[in-house]
């Protein structure tokens, strides 16, 4: 019986050693998934922190945009008041300087 004894030891050995190497290769296993897993979080993290800051400057870039536009319209209003402004003050002055000059040169060409 000693020789049956130890040949199922043996067996019973062989059969924990199997589910410990199994466990282990199931831990592997779940340790690979995880870790891919975790990667993919992390990419994904990474790729949505990155459009998050793209649409940021995006916006700040589109406000100072339109900052400017606002502030190159203000000027264009300015300039184009001070042009009426000037037009009317000299538009006589302007006038009679140019006939004078059409008419001095249509008399020195003669």
Do not use: P
């Not at 994904?44 to 922190?49: G, L, M, P």
């Amino acid at each position: 019986m000693e020789h049956i004894e130890v040949i199922v030891k043996i067996i019973e050995a062989e059969q924990a050693a199997q589910k410990v190497a199994d466990d282990a290769l199931a831990q592997k296993q779940n340790l690979a998934s995880s870790l891919t897993e975790k990667k993919q979080n992390l990419h994904d993290q990474f790729v949505e922190r990155a459009k998050r800051r793209v649409e940021l400057v995006r916006q700040q870039d589109q406000e100072e945009a339109e900052e400017n536009l606002a502030q190159l319209e203000k000027q264009m209003v300015t300039s184009r008041e001070q042009l009426q402004r000037s037009y009317q003050e000299n538009a006589s002055t302007w006038t009679e300087a140019l006939f004078s000059y059409v008419t001095q040169s249509s008399v020195e060409g003669e």
